[in-house]
């Protein structure tokens, strides 16, 4: 499967984003997603995860109660409402997929095998 990450963006602290994860030449419902970020001098960071059929989902500790993940399976499409940004959630925005038979997400970078270009989002004080 192949992904695109858009949407992103420069923002005041306090504003909201919506990103989107778009897959092509595969059903975006064969897979679980991930959204993972990271900022300059970082190391890669779990931002969230959405199981194939949308019924579970999980969020890093930083994001919880401010970004919440869906999906349209039928418009191929995983989307990331992010509200309350804050100059700490700068960070190019990676969207990733890996093929699942169970209703389970994941968190770890190497769970996923297929990653699609990052967007940027920029938080200003």
């Known amino acids: 499967v192949q992904l695109q990450a858009s949407w992103g963006g420069f923002v005041q602290s306090g504003d909201s984003l919506r990103l989107s994860c778009t897959a092509s030449?595969?059903?975006?419902?064969?897979?679980?997603i991930g959204w993972f970020r990271q900022a300059p001098g970082n190391e890669r960071e779990f931002v969230a995860t959405?199981?194939?059929?949308?019924?579970?989902?999980d969020y890093g500790d930083s994001v919880k109660r401010r970004f919440t993940i869906s999906r349209d399976n039928a418009k191929n499409m995983v989307s990331l409402q992010m509200n309350s940004l804050e100059p700490d959630d700068t960070a190019v925005y990676y969207c990733?997929?890996?093929?699942?038979?169970?209703?389970?997400?994941?968190?770890?970078?190497?769970?996923?095998?297929?990653w699609g270009q990052g967007t940027l989002v920029t938080v200003s004080s």
């Open positions: 990733a997929a890996r093929s699942s038979v169970t209703g389970a997400t994941y968190s770890k970078q190497y769970d996923y095998n297929n």
């Open positions: 030449s595969s059903a975006i419902s064969d897979y679980v």
């Open positions: 959405i199981s194939r059929g949308g019924r579970r989902t």
